[in-house]
């Protein structure tokens, strides 16, 4: 055994840092947004994600997190719901979870999804469901 030490790698992403913060207040509607995208945490920011949704309290949680190694293969959709918990997944690149109950949204977007079918066609898709 080597005193070297070993690092692994972090393949689910899971410390990824998310340096782009923003959040917006606009009455009583709330939405934070994270991400290591700047174009995404923006896009999100700027839409009217939780104006009209009336089971969430005005407030929603989003850490997005832009994956650059990976395409999406497909242009399916597949929405799976249990309890609470609603995720999307568009072929094997972008994967969208959101927990109804408390008002969070953590999705996974291969790099080239963009920002406007993210915020206008899947967000919105997921939020329905």
Do not use: W
Request: glycine content about 8%; some cysteine; proline content about 4%.
């Amino acid at each position: 055994m080597t005193g070297e030490s070993r690092h692994h790698p972090d393949l689910l992403r899971r410390f990824v840092p998310t340096p782009y913060i923003f959040s917006r207040h606009d009455g009583r509607h709330e939405i934070c947004v994270e991400s290591n995208d700047l174009e995404i945490a923006l896009g999100i920011r700027h839409s009217d994600l939780v104006v009209g949704q009336k089971d969430r309290a005005g407030r929603l949680f989003c850490k997005v997190i832009r994956d650059p190694s990976d395409f999406a293969d497909g242009e399916a959709k597949l929405i799976v719901a249990a309890g609470t918990l609603r995720v999307l997944q568009k072929g094997r690149g972008t994967i969208l979870i959101h927990d109804r109950e408390r008002s969070e949204l953590l999705g996974f977007i291969c790099r080239n999804l963009s920002v406007q079918e993210l915020v206008s066609s899947l967000i919105p898709a997921l939020l329905r469901a």
